[in-house]
């Protein structure tokens, strides 16, 4: 069913910035480049060394990527189910329904959210049985794997899985611990090849100190439905530690300790629709929380002092997903417009002029060299907040000229960066005019210093100009032989 509902939204359009770093960054892995050192990243390394194994197996594409996505989203389907189903099969069912619901509305690509929710959602499944040697290292192992994707789950992680964990006994506990110290190995790795500076810098200093103050969206910037969202996901998330409390003295204390990890996890996700309150974030970081909502209201049910009719609590949990299903039901997918360029697409919205920028690329990709440096990014190099990345999958023979593969303000254009250099050093410019209008109620307004543009405008021409899309030639590539112009 959630295959079903997820199948139109491999033709949906794609996010130019967020899901080009999904296809980028694990190419770019593949071919020696590491993230931290030769390219900025504020996410763990396990969606990009997930992905890269995806496309070292089945090619480097938009729906292999697409592929990952959907492998996320069934994972926490059938988690969800199965933490759930310890409850019976109905309110397993009930949960799993809200869960298709949600997750069908939501877009395919590879989010390192969907992939760390995922994993974290594995571990609790595994953590079901705290007598099982083998099922508490699996989850130990998962909840370092979505620790990896996303290193912010940090705090929620720990303090959902200390019920659990403080309940297994010394073999189980140990068991665990290796099984997350295994999965967290790929970090320390990075940590050796980059400095645990570099690495620090770009998990923690990087999104908190520098990117965050600029990136965030405050409350009062949201839609009144967007909110109501919000309000519904704090009320559910307390609805759920409430039952995980009054289920730890119900006669199977395991379940109760299971039921609140899991809603002290789903709470602890609230600081990602905090951090950007936008219909995206504040969606996503529900899900969990709604998912488990219709268990809990079983489970409460379960424990007034005269029981319900087992009639009645089916009747009110079923209402219960059919009411989350009602609040989160959204529209259908947009199709998107393919862009084809050495055998690789991207499908772009039509507000994006994707005429424009297939006339951009093709234009390119004839005018370029194979092995050239080529630097993508907005126009105006003081205003870093959004690019096309998408840019660098489709023209593979050009080499990213830049350490900055997505624009990060405060990052990209902070004082002392790196960006002028690298766009002194590139051969060939990509600039889009479009996200020199993207105005948001924060930081990211702050212009950085002018010294880019400067260098733009000294040491390159302009090219061709399609739309808003921009290409400019570095002014040293004048004495080389063109290729023959088409007729204008």
């Given at each position: 069913?959630?295959?079903?509902?997820?199948?139109?939204?491999?033709?949906?359009?794609?996010?130019?910035?967020?899901?080009?770093?999904a296809l980028v960054y694990p190419e770019m892995f593949l071919k020696g480049r590491l993230p931290y050192r030769d390219f900025e990243s504020n996410y763990g390394p396990g969606n990009i060394l997930i992905l890269s194994t995806a496309y070292s197996v089945f090619g480097t594409n938009v729906f292999v990527e697409r592929a990952v996505g959907l492998i996320y989203r069934l994972l926490i389907l059938?988690?969800?189910?199965?933490?759930?189903?310890?409850?019976?099969?109905?309110?397993?069912?009930?949960?799993?329904?809200?869960?298709?619901?949600?997750?069908?509305?939501?877009?395919?690509?590879?989010?390192?959210?969907?992939?760390?929710?995922?994993?974290?959602?594995?571990?609790?499944?595994?953590?079901?049985?705290?007598?099982?040697g083998w099922r508490c290292f699996a989850g130990g192992f998962f909840g370092g794997l979505a620790l990896l994707c996303r290193c912010d789950f940090g705090l929620a992680l720990a303090v959902s899985a200390l019920p659990v964990f403080l309940s297994m006994q010394r073999v189980p506990k140990t068991k665990f611990l290796v099984g997350a110290s295994v999965a967290l190995l790929p970090l320390l790795w990075f940590g050796v090849l980059v400095g645990p500076t570099q690495?620090?810098?770009?998990?923690?200093?990087?999104?908190?100190?520098?990117?965050?103050?600029?990136g965030n969206l405050p409350i009062s910037a949201a839609t009144a439905d967007v909110v109501l969202v919000f309000c519904l996901y704090v009320l559910a998330s307390g609805v759920n530690v409430a039952a995980g409390f009054f289920a730890l003295r119900g006669s199977v204390p395991e379940d109760g300790r299971l039921l609140l990890g899991a809603a002290l996890f789903a709470l602890g996700l609230i600081h990602y629709p905090l951090s950007r309150f936008d219909s995206g974030h504040v969606f996503n970081a529900a899900?969990?929380?709604?998912?488990?909502?219709?268990?809990?209201?079983?489970?409460?049910?379960?424990?007034?002092?005269?029981?319900?009719?087992r009639r009645l609590k089916i009747i009110a949990t079923g209402i219960v997903a059919l009411g989350t299903i009602a609040v989160l039901r959204l529209g259908p997918y947009d199709k998107g417009v393919f862009i084809k360029q050495n055998g690789r697409s991207f499908p772009l919205a039509k507000t994006s002029l994707p005429q424009a920028a297939d006339q951009a690329l093709s234009e390119l990709q004839r005018a370029s060299v194979d092995g050239q440096l080529l630097f993508v990014g907005p126009a105006d190099l003081r205003h870093t907040v959004y690019c096309d990345t998408w840019i660098y999958h489709m023209l593979p023979q050009l080499h990213p000229a830049t350490y900055f593969l997505q624009m990060n303000p405060g990052s990209a254009n902070a004082p002392g960066s790196r960006l002028a250099r690298d766009v002194a050093g590139a051969d060939w410019?990509?600039?889009n005019r479009a996200w020199d209008f993207l105005v948001e109620p924060n930081r990211s307004r702050e212009f950085g210093p002018n010294e880019p543009n400067k260098?733009?405008?000294?040491?390159?021409?302009?090219?061709?100009?399609?739309?808003?899309?921009?290409?400019?030639?570095n002014k040293r590539l004048r004495n080389l032989v063109e290729r023959e112009l088409p007729d204008r």
């Open positions: 069913m959630l295959i079903a509902a997820l199948w139109p939204a491999f033709q949906s359009p794609g996010q130019p910035e967020d899901e080009g770093i059938m988690a969800i189910f199965g933490v759930t189903q310890r409850w019976g099969t109905f309110v397993a069912s009930a949960c799993a329904l809200a869960a298709i619901v949600i997750l069908g509305h939501s877009d395919v690509w590879a989010n390192t959210l969907f992939a760390g929710m995922a994993f974290a959602l594995c571990a609790w499944w595994m953590m079901a049985n705290v007598r099982s690495l620090v810098d770009n998990l923690f200093v990087l999104p908190v100190f520098r990117i965050g103050p600029r899900l969990v929380s709604f998912a488990i909502l219709p268990l809990s209201i079983s489970v409460l049910f379960s424990l007034v002092a005269k029981p319900l009719p410019l990509f600039l260098i733009v405008r000294a040491k390159f021409d302009l090219w061709r100009a399609y739309g808003p899309y921009l290409i400019l030639r």
